[in-house]
């Protein structure tokens, strides 16, 4: 059993022959208040407690560990428990803090009071305390069918994305079944993260049916918008206009049918993202850059999908409209060298041209982990594909190896057992042809 802070500070008094008066003056503490706390007729408050420290001499959280107690003395005094919380966030000792959470939500009452403390700790990235206390409310809510449960879940699927691939599908397919319990403006950017997850795995009958209903949902909330007053209450929780949503999920749809092969209906799919002018009702800058975003897309778009099916002709207009984007050049080298492969194309001049571009540099990456492990991925593919095109048309067999292996360390970087299992496969591949 823990002593008590009293219990702490008489015996530290004592032993110190330090009277009240002095052990006042020590830890700025009013002299009626410190007798009535020695008393046990006060109750210490989170300041007291860091004073008393103080004038002992010792680190500020010395006796949180007892201060829990002190907490729970009479009744749960959120006053007096919220500060404790925050503070042990900061010095994080989330010991404390999973004791505290946890004999609070014995009463579920308090769900509410925790849930909002891990919402400030979260805005204050005081990450871990947040992902604690959203931990044990859902837990604490798991046979309950509420709203505050699939915030919980949603914060803590973001906080767990990092660049290990399999370990973002995992939460992916944990956080999926509480997304439709998501205010909707909230649901639109998780279904948007979830085509993100689903898609690094190549799982693009997932990807598709996500697209179809992020553009049910957003379609409908924006086909409402302006009549219904609790929908433009909630449009500020909204990380992009609702217009966005729909857009995004035609590219998506689009990318499904680009993988799937199928490049005339993927065209079908850059016609609608590129006409958003005669439907989008906002005439705003954001409007303006979002419909100038997509169109941008639409164009490039269009292009690739006719290289891909077969009209190699339209290859220079492809690469002259993508070298006047910087930010594109990468993606677009990833499509050419698959269009090499798919076609047997000689692209030994864009290689060259666009060389600045290939080398993958992990210091030149400004982004969280989640975005850095779709930048990789992205390399990893491409690595795989010019190793394709280096042995099949260049017969060079070391530098395909090279590519190869390049290819195969970043996959291992972010687990990607598929790009993984396909640098086995071609390693394999190569050294028997090149043996023979």
């Given at each position: 059993?823990?002593?008590?802070?009293?219990?702490?500070?008489?015996?530290?008094?004592?032993?110190?022959?330090?009277?009240?008066?002095?052990?006042?003056?020590?830890?700025?503490?009013?002299?009626?208040?410190?007798?009535?706390?020695?008393?046990?007729?006060?109750?210490?408050?989170?300041?007291?407690?860091?004073?008393?420290?103080?004038?002992?001499?010792?680190?500020?959280?010395?006796?949180?560990?007892?201060?829990?107690?002190?907490?729970?003395t009479?009744?749960?005094?959120?006053?007096?428990?919220?500060?404790?919380?925050?503070?042990?966030?900061?010095?994080?000792r989330?010991?404390?803090?999973?004791?505290?959470?946890?004999?609070?939500?014995?009463?579920?009452?308090?769900?509410?009071?925790?849930f909002?403390?891990?919402?400030?700790?979260?805005?204050?990235?005081?990450?871990?305390?947040?992902?604690?206390?959203?931990?044990?409310?859902?837990?604490?809510?798991?046979?309950?069918?509420?709203?505050?449960?699939?915030?919980?879940?949603?914060?803590?699927?973001?906080?767990?994305?990092?660049?290990?691939?399999?370990?973002?599908?995992?939460?992916?397919?944990?956080?999926?079944?509480?997304?439709?319990?998501?205010?909707?403006?909230?649901?639109?950017?998780?279904?948007?993260?979830?085509?993100?997850?689903?898609?690094?795995?190549?799982?693009?009958?997932?990807?598709?049916?996500?697209?179809?209903?992020?553009?049910?949902?957003?379609?409908?909330l924006?086909?409402?918008?302006?009549?219904?007053?609790?929908?433009?209450?909630?449009?500020?929780?909204?990380a992009?206009?609702?217009?966005?949503?729909?857009?995004?999920?035609?590219?998506?749809?689009?990318?499904?049918?680009?993988?799937?092969?199928?490049?005339?209906?993927?065209?079908?799919?850059?016609?609608?993202?590129?006409?958003?002018?005669?439907?989008?009702?906002?005439?705003?800058?954001?409007?303006?850059?979002?419909i100038?975003?997509?169109?941008?897309?639409?164009?490039?778009?269009?292009?690739?999908?006719?290289?891909?099916s077969?009209?190699?002709?339209?290859?220079?207009?492809?690469?002259?409209?993508?070298?006047?984007?910087?930010?594109?050049?990468?993606?677009?080298?990833?499509?050419?060298?698959?269009?090499?492969?798919?076609?047997?194309?000689?692209?030994?001049?864009?290689?060259?041209?666009f060389?600045?571009?290939?080398?993958?540099?992990?210091?030149?990456?400004?982004?969280?982990?989640?975005?850095?492990?779709?930048i990789?991925?992205?390399?990893?593919r491409?690595?795989?594909?010019?190793?394709?095109?280096?042995?099949?048309?260049?017969?060079?067999?070391t530098?395909?190896?090279?590519?190869?292996?390049?290819?195969?360390?970043l996959?291992?970087?972010?687990?990607?057992?598929?790009?993984?299992?396909?640098?086995?496969?071609?390693?394999?591949s190569?050294?028997?042809?090149?043996?023979?």
């Open positions: 059993m823990r002593r008590s802070i009293r219990d702490i500070l008489e015996q530290y008094m004592q032993e110190e022959q330090l009277s009240i008066s002095k052990f006042s003056q020590l830890s700025a503490i009013n002299t009626g208040t410190l007798s009535r706390i020695l008393k046990g007729l006060s109750p210490v408050s989170l300041r007291q407690l860091q004073r008393i420290t103080n004038g002992m001499g010792l680190p500020e959280d010395s006796f949180f560990k007892e201060y829990i107690d002190e907490c729970f009479s009744s749960s005094n959120l006053r007096r428990i919220r500060p404790f919380i925050l503070r042990c966030a900061e010095l994080e989330l010991e404390c803090i999973e004791e505290v959470v946890g004999r609070l939500l014995e009463d579920r009452q308090y769900s509410a009071a925790l909002e403390i891990a919402e400030q700790l979260f805005k204050q990235e005081r990450l871990k305390a947040a992902a604690l206390i959203y931990r044990q409310v859902a837990e604490s809510e798991r046979y309950q069918h509420s709203e505050r449960l699939a915030l919980c879940r949603y914060r803590l699927f973001n906080l767990q994305l990092g660049e290990d691939i399999e370990e973002n599908l995992i939460a992916a397919t944990q956080f999926e079944p509480y997304m439709n319990r998501l205010p909707e403006m909230k649901q639109l950017e998780a279904l948007k993260q979830l085509m993100h997850i689903f898609g690094m795995v190549h799982k693009w009958f997932k990807v598709e049916a996500l697209a179809v209903e992020l553009q049910q949902l957003a379609s409908s924006y086909h409402l918008q302006g009549e219904s007053r609790r929908l433009e209450e909630s449009l500020d929780q909204a992009q206009p609702l217009y966005y949503y729909i857009l995004y999920a035609y590219l998506a749809r689009a990318t499904v049918h680009e993988h799937y092969g199928d490049y005339n209906k993927a065209l079908e799919f850059v016609s609608l993202y590129a006409d958003s002018e005669s439907w989008i009702r906002e005439k705003d800058e954001i409007a303006e850059r979002t100038s975003q997509f169109k941008e897309w639409a164009n490039i778009n269009s292009l690739l999908y006719r290289l891909m077969g009209e190699l002709e339209v290859i220079e207009e492809y690469i002259s409209h993508v070298a006047a984007h910087e930010d594109e050049i990468f993606i677009a080298m990833c499509h050419i060298i698959q269009v090499a492969n798919m076609h047997r194309v000689n692209i030994d001049d864009i290689l060259e041209k060389s600045l571009y290939i080398p993958y540099k992990a210091e030149d990456i400004i982004a969280g982990a989640y975005q850095q492990d779709i990789k991925e992205a390399h990893a491409f690595y795989k594909d010019l190793a394709v095109y280096f042995f099949n048309q260049k017969q060079n067999f530098k395909a190896l090279e590519y190869l292996l390049a290819s195969l360390e996959s291992i970087k972010i687990n990607s057992e598929k790009n993984i299992l396909v640098c086995f496969y071609l390693a394999s190569f050294l028997l042809i090149h043996r023979f």
